[in-house]
């Protein structure tokens, strides 16, 4: 069901805010590095302060979001995939919506539908709840896959058709989806289809003994979302967004992804290997990767610190994997990597 009580609440903090005004809007001139780097280390840093204790999950996020992709957290129950997808949302000044998958969930809540005004004697389109610009699909394969499969069209085309009607979604459009690990209870597998529109899967890992002490303390009376507030609108990170887009990819670079790519197609191991999409997205956050850094070109470390969670969970093992072979797709992208990072020799900066 959709959660109108966090919507609500979400909605009316906005309603309360200042209007937000970062380096790129305080100046008429174009965002320059500086002004991507402290805006984007004030988007970090104001989540951090949630998840303490796991900048790699934080940092997987915003990558996300700025590379216009669409991040699945998978792990047990209890380790702050939710609160990552909060945290996020709230770190944002704009709209957002949060889904809870249940089994008796159907597409039509996620989506829209269509309603008769006897006044008009004509349907009108109600929005669903995937209208917002942050989508936070929690538990998302707790549902059947008729309604996980709702969320296709509006995750790669980031629109909508209900009734033969194309409905446009906001921009900037990221759905942050979590799900617990198939073998728990009540769960659903996801689509082929619906696993390649994530660009990463991450995992957030049990915290480690001083983040975890440190929760018990700071949580005793307060929650850490409630102290959160907005630190970029919808319109800086459409300007994040564009930056990260003009980051230099030299021609070597993109053949180093395409020939990773191709060897998960031909490994012995892997019944399905990456697709073309999955190489693109790969590319695209591996921008984003190095705007964080700082740099204004890919350099091959980018692709190699993306390429499990960009690839991994849109592979599929063959039955007869085991023994000094790929266990698990990770497997297979490690012995991917390996091989193919062996004789790479490329040039990275561009030309001045």
């Known amino acids: 069901m959709v959660d109108t009580a966090m919507t609500d609440d979400l909605d009316e903090r906005a309603a309360r805010r200042p209007h937000l005004t970062s380096p790129a809007e305080q100046s008429s001139s174009p965002l320059t590095a500086d002004g991507f780097a402290r805006v984007t280390d004030a ?15 934080v940092r997987s996020a915003l990558v996300c979001l700025l590379a216009e992709g669409h991040l699945l957290i998978e792990d047990v129950p209890g380790v702050g995939k939710t609160m990552l997808a909060r945290a996020l949302a ?142 970029v609108s919808a319109r800086e990170v459409s300007g994040l967004i564009a930056w990260a887009r003009s980051v230099h990819v030299a021609p070597p670079i993109e053949d180093y992804a395409v020939a990773l790519a191709q060897a998960t197609r031909t490994h012995s191991d892997l019944r399905l290997g990456a697709s073309p999409r999955a190489t693109l997205q790969l590319v695209r956050a591996a921008k984003v990767w190095a705007a964080l850094d700082g740099r204004s070109f890919v350099i091959p ?15 599929i093992p063959t039955r007869s994997a085991g023994g000094a072979r790929a266990r698990t797709a990770a497997d297979a992208v490690t012995m991917v990597l390996e091989r193919i990072a062996a004789g790479v020799r490329v040039p990275i900066a561009p030309r001045q």
């Open 90 to 231: 709230t770190s944002v000044d704009a709209t957002v919506r949060r889904i809870q998958f249940t089994p008796d969930l159907l597409p039509g809540d996620v989506t829209g539908v269509s309603v008769f005004n006897p006044v008009d004697r004509e349907f009108e389109f109600k929005p669903g709840a995937v209208f917002a610009n942050i989508v936070i699909a929690d538990e998302i394969n707790r549902s059947s896959p008729k309604t996980q499969s709702a969320l296709l069209e509006a995750m790669e085309e980031r629109q909508v058709t209900v009734d033969g009607h194309t409905h446009v979604l906001p921009q900037p459009f990221l759905v942050v989806a979590t799900q617990n690990p198939l073998e728990m209870e009540g769960t659903y597998a996801l689509p082929e289809a619906q696993r390649d529109r994530f660009m990463m899967r991450i995992s957030m890992g049990y915290p480690d003994a001083r983040s975890e002490a440190l929760m018990l303390r700071q949580r005793e009376t307060v929650n850490p979302l409630d102290e959160l507030s907005a630190v």
């Open 43 to 57: 988007i970090l840093g104001a989540v951090g302060r949630v998840i303490d204790g796991k900048p790699e999950a």
């Open 301 to 315: 470390d980018d692709i190699t610190a993306l390429l499990v969670p960009v690839f991994a969970h849109r592979l």
